[in-house]
C-alpha cells in the first residue's frame, strides 16, 4: 500500500498524556501553572457524588482537600484539559452499582461541564476494572477505560483496559523505589508507547510518597518528556479519538499509474462520539512529485510536506468516501 496511516498524529514517534485522580481544587497552586509553564494538557479524574465538597471518603490521604466544582471544571477545560468519570463514590463497585458509578455519574458529570464524558477511570485499583464494570462502561457509551496498570499502551491497544505510569515519589512496599523522570519513556520511543502518567496533586513535597509526586518533580518530568524528541503531547481523548479514526479507516486504492495515485477512504462503524477524526498519512510517490509537494483532497490542493524522499505527509479531518489524489504538481501548472 503506498498510502498508510502513521501510528500516531504528526508522525510522532511516542505519546505523553497526564492524568490527576481526584480532580482536587489544589492543583491551581503548583501543577496547573507548570502546565501553563510548558504547554502540556492535562486530565482529572472527577469523583463524581462529591463534586465541589470537601474529600471525605473513608481513610483517603486527601481528605479535607476540596474536589474543584463545575466552574473550575469548565475552566480546565478551556484550558485545553480533558474530564473523567472517577465513579460516583470511590468504592469498590459492585454490579449492583454499575447503574450509578459508571451511569448516573457520566450524566450528572456531562450536565455539569456541559462538555462530553468520554473516559472512565478506575478508583481504588484494577478490582474496579472488573468485567461488570467495563462491561456497563460500554454500555453507557465511554470511549475507554483507564486502570492503575503501569505499563506502556500501544497503538493496537484495547481502550477499555488503558494503562497509567504512577509519577509517584516511591512505589509501595515491598518495591521501595527512588523517582525517576525518565520512567518508561525509552520504551516508548522504542515501541510507538503512549504513556499517561498518573498522580494526584504535587506539592511542596507528596501527601504520600506511594500516591503522588512533589511540584519540583512533577516539573523535571515534564522537562524531561520535552527534551525527548518526536512526542505528541496530548489528552487522552484526543489519543482516542486518533487512535479509533485509525483502527476504523479503510484505504481502497481507486488508481495506481505512473501519472497520479487515487484513494477512496471509508470509515467503517466510526462511532459518533469520535468528535476529531484527524489522521496523519504518508503518500509513497515518484521523486518528481516531491518538487511541490501537494495532494487534491475532493479535488481541491493542499499543500503536503515531505519527510524522506518520496514521501509525503499530510494530516487532514477524514470524512467517509473522500478521495485524495496525488500527482506532479509541476505538470498540472
Ligand atoms: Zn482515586
Known sequence: MALTI????????????????????????????IHEEYGIPGHVEVVV???????????????????????????LLARGWGIGNHSWSHELIQPDMVDLEIGRAKDVLEAAIDA???????????????????KACRKYGYLGAMSLTD??????????????????EQYYAPFFSEYDP?????HAQAQ???????????????????????????RKRFETILTEDK???????????????RRHTQIETISDTETQKRYRLHLNNLSDRVTCRTLTLHADVPAP????????????PHPAHLVEPRKLQITVTVTDGMELVFQDSNAIS
Open 231 to 245: 512526542v505528541w503531547c496530548a489528552v487522552p481523548e484526543e489519543v482516542l479519538f486518533y487512535h479509533q479514526t
Open 116 to 134: 462530553p464524558v468520554d473516559l472512565y477511570c478506575a478508583p481504588g485499583n484494577n478490582s474496579n476494572m472488573s468485567d461488570h464494570v467495563l
Open 289 to 300: 512529485w516531491c518538487r511541490y509537494p501537494n495532494v487534491w483532497i475532493d479535488g481541491q
Open 49 to 75: 457524588g462529591q463534586l465541589g465538597e470537601t474529600r471525605n471518603l473513608g481513610n483517603s490521604s486527601y481528605n479535607g482537600y476540596r474536589h474543584m466544582n463545575a466552574d473550575e471544571l469548565k475552566d
Open 6 to 33: 502513521c501510528p500516531w498524529k504528526y508522525n510522532k514517534t511516542w505519546v505523553y498524556s497526564i492524568t490527576y485522580d481526584e480532580a482536587l481544587a489544589d492543583l491551581h497552586q503548583f501543577a496547573i501553572p
Open 192 to 218: 510507538n508507547g503512549w504513556i499517561i502518567d498518573y498522580c494526584h496533586c504535587p506539592l511542596e513535597k507528596p501527601i504520600h510518597p506511594n500516591k503522588d509526586c512533589s511540584h519540583p518533580q512533577l
Open 182 to 186: 525518565f520512567r518508561n519513556i525509552r
Open 151 to 168: 505499563a506502556l499502551n500501544r497503538p493496537n491497544t484495547p481502550l477499555f483496559w488503558i494503562n497509567r505510569t504512577a509519577l509517584h
